[in-house]
């Protein structure tokens, strides 16, 4: 039985709507923690940020445009099969962190954690009908998801795609513009502009 490719516009849809209940959360709502609290969630937020952006570029340094063309197992590939996953989970976590909510942060992290989880076990198998023996040995020693750094292996060097990472830089852009957007919504609500429906912790 031949096993098709994932359809990616099922996990576009997922994020969006997901994008979109977000937005509407984060606009009628304000966070409980205030002051050095909040301050300490947010720069821990944009932290995590810069660690998925820089992550997802040294991802895509290594996987390029060659995603289901090649097998790649060195790099990130090498600690865990999916890194522009983990990296994104992560990104998701610090974006909810930057609006100052750990329920925020845990929420969106577990979004993530389970689209990526589905997207990432129909994928293997996808790859496992692809590459076959190559792959299933790969998979025995590689998380699908969280990582084993004590697997990290490298090449001398690795050929990328300028297009790739280019596209892979602006999509990390949109996660560091969580961080002013969420800065404008705190002004709204401070001068009243946008209305404060509940508060979350």
């Not at 979109?20 to 944009?46: K, N, R, S, W």
């Not at 610090?94 to 979004?111: M, P, Q, T, V």
């Not at 609500?189 to 912790?201: E, K, N």
Request: aromatic share 10%.
């Amino acid at each position: 039985m031949r096993v098709l490719p994932v359809k990616q516009r099922t996990r576009i849809h997922a994020f969006q709507a997901g994008g979109i209940l977000l937005a509407t959360v984060f606009l009628l709502t304000q966070p409980v923690l205030v002051g050095q609290a909040h301050e300490l969630l947010e720069m821990t937020g944009l932290g995590l940020v810069a660690i998925c952006v820089a992550g997802r570029v040294w991802s895509s340094l290594y996987i390029g445009s060659r995603k289901n063309r090649v097998l790649v197992t060195s790099g990130p590939y090498s600690i865990t099969r999916n890194p522009l996953y983990l990296f994104s989970t992560i990104g998701a976590v610090g974006i909810g962190l930057i609006f100052g909510s750990i329920a925020a942060a845990l929420g969106l992290g577990l979004l993530a954690y389970g689209v990526f989880m589905v997207t990432a076990t129909k994928e293997a198998e996808h790859l496992s009908a692809i590459f076959g023996s190559r792959y299933d040995a790969y998979a025995r020693q590689t998380p699908l998801f969280w990582p084993n750094v004590f697997h990290y292996r490298d090449l001398p060097e690795v050929a990328f795609s300028p297009k790739a990472l280019r596209r892979t830089f602006v999509d990390g852009l949109l996660f560091l513009a969580a961080f002013p957007a969420i800065e404008a919504i705190e002004h709204l609500q401070t001068d009243g502009t946008l209305p404060i429906l509940m508060r979350v912790l």
